[in-house]
């Protein structure tokens, strides 16, 4: 049983978690930002950029319109550190 524990474990580390900021209003009118980060392995930055972009697709949804990325920001490469990615959006018709 010791050593499922420790399986467990030692997964859950790998994977490490994500989070997201709230969506935030940008500088320009109908403009948007939204950050997230992950931590956890390599390919954190990859849950960070995925949560983010997730984030920004649901919040313009809601709204009964598609996200148009303009910018998007990154950071952190090492493993087992933060990954970060921070996304400015806006919010368009749907065609």
Not at 14 to 36: F, N, R
Request: aromatic residues 6%.
């Amino acid at each position: 049983m010791r050593g499922f524990a420790a399986a467990v474990l030692a997964c859950a580390s790998l994977v490490g978690c994500a989070s997201s900021t709230h969506v935030i209003a940008g500088d320009k009118p109908g403009t948007y930002t939204v950050a997230a980060s992950a931590t956890g392995g390599r390919m954190a930055w990859a849950r960070a950029h995925e949560l983010a972009m997730n984030e920004a697709r649901d919040y313009c949804e809601q709204r009964g319109m598609q996200s148009s990325v303009s910018m998007e920001t990154v950071s952190g490469v090492a493993a087992m550190t933060e990954h970060a990615s921070s996304v400015d959006f806006e919010c368009h018709p749907r065609f």
